[in-house]
């Protein structure tokens, strides 16, 4: 490729240290289909001849019925993807295939792949996340009346619904899928024909370009077009943050599974055995999801140092964009697509559940409101009376609801002549009404709200 201008071919460590055809032979889909885009505004615009275009095209073509059928070669000395195909090309039709890189660069060529690449990975986990968010709507409309402990500090603080806490969850990869969606809006501009870094002298025609290949409109500035990444910067912290999501509902799942727990159980797909120890039912899919956020925030700050210190325009670090891009997406699709089935198959336990909300003082809150509300007692108040009475359950081995107006007057006089609150759990949950609760009621609400915006 170089012979013009070198004498003698590379070093073998500098072959190997070149090339990229190992990895980015992921992008032949989009390069062929970019080339495809390129070459028929040639021909429109005048700049190559028709039939010559007609036949670069056939040539393309056959390239990807070929690699479809029998995958991508690999030559170092073709360094990448991009020459791997215009070699082959050159094979197919001969001498015309070197009309095809008129008027373009390869730094615009990779530039342009790898956005078509990211925009079809961002599709992929937008897809992924639907499914993920329609799992976690069914098990809550299922579990909306299912009373557990809400925690803090993974202490018990008061008492909740499985389907509030599903549909917390739910919001987050709400939030999730809106940064990929803003994402792909910044993307939505097409680098193609902004040659090495200054333009080119052809009379290309980068809007058609542009709209051949869906792109909302063309880069505006040929250097930025070259040397941005920022698109994989930021499906990479878009894939972070969903990656964080998971790891946290994995690691309840691993909690709510264990035996001191027992909140649920997981079905044999998603589960593993010992080698050594026959009754153990280990969370493995759910161990793997919580790890793959290490994995994938690595790769984050992989591309981030990458980028941090490059003049304009294109430097050869820029190869590196692609591997940690490439790998954060197959894991987050692992962790989307284990962390989906672990949601819908998961057994709830209602039962223990039930009784891990009652322990802990739970409604020791709905104690203080009542307080406030009922007495006229200012919360600060309110709230050390309150300490006083778990402090004599304590004392008593009871709960709260156990007490009896005279415990709380011997307190404090001023509860004297006031009905004794419902301090049990379900009356606890059935109280939460305000918008966003926990209550039933709430949780069906913002299930109907949910599927009538169409948020689903």
């Known amino acids: 490729m170089w012979g013009g201008r070198f004498a003698d071919g590379p070093s073998s460590i500098m072959r190997e240290i070149n090339a990229s055809i190992p990895f980015d032979k992921k992008l032949w889909r989009q390069d062929i289909r970019a080339s495809l885009a390129h070459v028929g505004m040639l021909a429109k615009q005048g700049i190559v001849e028709a039939e010559d275009a007609t036949t670069i095209i056939e040539g393309l073509n056959q390239i990807a019925q070929e690699y479809e059928a029998d995958g991508v070669p690999e030559n170092l000395d073709l360094e990448d993807i991009h020459m791997t195909i215009e070699a082959r090309l050159t094979e197919i039709v001969g001498p015309v295939a070197g009309r095809l890189h008129t008027a373009r660069s390869r730094n615009d060529q990779v530039a342009t792949s790898f956005r078509l690449w990211v925009r079809d990975a961002m599709d992929e986990v937008s897809n992924g996340l639907w499914d993920l968010r329609e799992a976690l709507i069914a098990r809550a409309k299922e579990q909306a009346d299912t009373i557990m402990p809400g925690f803090t500090h993974l202490q018990v603080a008061q008492p909740i619904t499985m389907g509030h806490h599903l549909l917390a969850y739910y919001e987050m990869f709400a939030r999730d899928s809106s940064r990929f969606w803003a994402a792909k809006q910044r993307l939505d501009q097409c680098p193609l024909g902004a040659a090495a870094l200054a333009g080119t002298g052809f009379p290309n025609d980068r809007q058609m370009t542009a709209e051949t290949l869906d792109f ?55 589960s593993t055995g010992s080698s050594i120890m026959p009754q153990k039912r280990n969370p493995d899919a759910a161990e793997l999801v919580r790890g793959h956020a290490g994995r994938i925030t690595g790769c984050l700050n992989a591309l981030m140092m990458t980028m ?136 069906r609400h913002q299930i109907m709200m949910l599927e009538q915006t169409n948020r689903l």
């Open 216 to 270: 909302g409109t063309a880069t505006a500035n040929s250097m930025d077009s070259v040397s941005d990444r920022d698109f994989a910067l930021d499906y990479l912290m878009a894939a972070s943050q969903t990656a964080l999501h998971l790891s946290r509902l994995a690691e309840e799942i691993i909690i709510w599974a264990s035996q001191p727990f027992g909140f649920v159980k997981l079905s044999d797909q998603w």
């Open 308 to 443: 941090k210190g490059l003049p304009l325009a294109y430097s050869k670090d820029m190869q590196d964009d692609k591997p940690p891009v490439f790998e954060a997406h197959d894991l987050l699709g692992l962790s989307l697509a284990a962390m989906t089935g672990i949601v819908g198959s998961v057994t709830f336990v209602p039962d223990r559940m039930r009784a891990a909300a009652d322990s802990g003082f739970s409604t020791a809150t709905d104690l203080a409101d009542w307080l406030v509300r009922e007495a006229n007692i200012p919360f600060r108040e309110a709230h050390h009376i309150t300490g006083a009475a778990v402090k004599l359950c304590e004392e008593r081995e009871c709960g709260l609801a156990d007490l009896t107006p005279a415990d709380l007057t011997a307190i404090d006089a001023r509860v004297e002549g006031h009905d004794m609150p419902d301090l049990s759990v379900e009356g606890s949950v059935a109280s939460r009404t305000s918008y966003g609760g926990t209550a039933p009621e709430q949780v």
